[in-house]
């Protein structure tokens, strides 16, 4: 499988970002897609996921501002970012897993996409 990620970026706080990433190859029925970001000295932490059959999980970080949702036909998934802050820059990954979203939860993507930066301006 592979992960492409797009739409990072510069913005200033309040500002909005949508990051997009599109899964090619051999894609399951059931699986979850999501976003983790990973900023300097910091650990990579999920921001929110969703499964493939709508569940979704939204990280402490981002939750009420951001908004994950995907297209199963596409394969693609998206991540609206709202209110953003300066302590949102970081690297974004989306990642894949086959499998529903708890397992993911618990330890991570099968494959991960390249990232794409996030810098928020204050």
């Known amino acids: 499988v592979q992960l492409q990620a797009s739409g990072g970026g510069l913005v200033q706080a309040g500002g909005s970002l949508r990051l997009s990433c599109a899964a090619s190859g051999r894609i399951f029925d059931r699986n979850t897609m999501g976003w983790y970001r990973q900023a300097p000295g910091r650990q990579r932490e999920p921001v929110a996921l969703?499964?493939?059959?709508?569940?979704?999980h939204y990280g402490d970080s981002m939750k009420g501002r951001a908004t994950i949702s995907r297209d199963n036909a596409k394969n693609t998934v998206s991540l609206q970012m709202n209110s953003l802050k300066p302590e949102d820059t970081a690297v974004y990954y989306c990642?894949?897993?086959?499998?529903?979203?708890?397992?993911?939860?618990?330890?991570?993507?099968?494959?991960w996409g390249q990232g794409t930066q996030v810098t928020v301006s204050s």
């Open positions: 990642g894949y897993r086959m499998s529903t979203i708890q397992p993911m939860l618990k330890v991570g993507p099968d494959y």
């Open positions: 969703i499964s493939s059959g709508g569940v979704t």
